[in-house]
Nanobody, 122 residues
Framework: VQLQASGGGVVQAGGSVTLSCDVSGLNNWDIGWFRQAPGKERESVASITSGGSTNYADSVKGRFTISWDNVKNTVHLQMDALKPEDTAVYYC???????????????????WGQGTQVTVSS
């Protein structure tokens, strides 16, 4: 099992960036994106089921979009209208769809990718 996150970088406020999470060794698991800023706890950003059902944190609703590329088994996180407070290390993670209850809780996710840094400059 491997989750490979990519796509981070430095972007100006108001700009956009797309993160990708390449998933291997798992089929039909739920995928979530989390982020952790310096000195803060890890927080849920968005999640998606294999059927395409999505959830978003209130802080990113209307600005971020999570989606599946089923051909490549990749989950994308399109981030628009970025704000300096979006600066964080972003992680993707996989949760068992047969046991997950709280989609926004990190402990529900069994497999994690390495983080990718997103820095939004003001």
């Amino acid at each position: 099992v491997q989750l490979q996150a990519s796509g981070g970088g430095v972007v100006q406020a108001g700009g956009s960036v797309t993160l990708s999470c390449d998933v291997s060794g798992l089929n039909n698991w739920d995928i979530g994106w989390f982020r952790q800023a310096p000195g803060k706890e890890r927080e849920s950003v968005a999640s998606i089921t294999s059927g395409g059902s999505t959830n978003y944190a209130d802080s990113v609703k209307g600005r971020f979009t999570i989606s599946w590329d089923n051909v490549k088994n990749t989950v994308h996180l399109q981030m628009d209208a970025l704000k300096p407070e979006d600066t964080a290390v972003y992680y993707c993670a996989a949760a068992n769809p047969w046991t997950i209850v709280l989609r926004h809780e990190a402990y529900e996710y069994e497999y994690w990718g390495q983080g990718t840094q997103v820095t939004v400059s003001s």
